[in-house]
């Protein structure tokens, strides 16, 4: 697929400094940095990434950024863009996202414990373990909490450890669930907008068959 660009709005990769905003100390600072040099590219990402998503899923993907509005003292350690087939929001869906911490890049598929058909998802997912196990590449990600920037690895998970973290999404009402890729700050590939947008198609379509569970 070729990656179009508006002039106006490209995506020219990401810098240190944009990690370097995790490492801000107080709420409005943080806020301030991050409104100034991380939301326009989850901006440009959204405009670039939706339309490669669009055209993967069949549906018309909607790009939010990540507000962290609730927020009155302490500062998010951690900031994304999301994709997801509503306007009105994502958290309630199956949805993917690009985001970042100070130490990495993530672009992972996400299903949180805000979305209904999460219980339905872990069935299916449960019942095709096996395909899952085979499609889904060994140094990919998996995490149960978004809050934590660190996950398991899953080359190194047992099926009987991947169909607890399962499980867990079946039964468990607080829980959630991500797949995908880490790229380590300082990777050459961030700093390349081209380079990093085919990457993260790349990983879209080795997590679609999650989103297509869902």
């Known amino acids: 697929m070729t990656i179009v660009h508006s002039p106006a709005n490209r995506f020219a990769g990401f810098r240190d400094s944009d990690f370097e905003v995790f490492e801000i100390e107080g709420l409005e600072a943080r806020m301030e940095a991050l409104i100034d040099r991380v939301r326009p590219k989850f901006h440009a990402l959204g405009e670039t990434a ?8 069949g549906e018309e993907m909607f790009v939010h950024v990540a507000k962290h509005a609730r927020r009155t003292v302490n500062p998010p350690n ?3 863009v999301a994709f997801a087939n509503n306007k009105r929001g994502y ?11 100070s130490t990495h890049v993530f672009v992972q ?3 949180i414990y805000e979305c209904p058909g999460k219980e339905r998802f872990a069935e299916r997912a449960l019942t095709e373990l096996g395909s899952l196990r085979k499609s889904i590449p060994d140094d990919f990600v998996w995490s149960k909490d978004h809050m934590v920037p660190t996950g398991l690895k899953h080359g190194e998970l047992s099926d009987e450890e991947l169909a607890d973290l399962l499980n867990r999404l079946k039964t468990v009402k607080a829980s959630e669930l991500t797949c995908g890729i880490h790229i380590r700050r300082g990777d050459p590939i961030l700093a390349d907008g081209e380079a990093f947008l085919r990457l993260a198609e790349q990983t879209f379509r080795t997590l679609l068959p999650l989103y297509r569970m869902a």
Request: charge should be neutral; glycine fraction near 4%; avoid cysteine.
């Open 50 to 57: 939706s339309a490669s998503l669009a055209a993967l899923t």
């Open 109 to 111: 598929f996400a299903i």
């Open 78 to 80: 951690d900031s994304w």
């Open 91 to 101: 958290k309630a869906y199956p949805h993917f996202q690009i985001g970042l911490w």
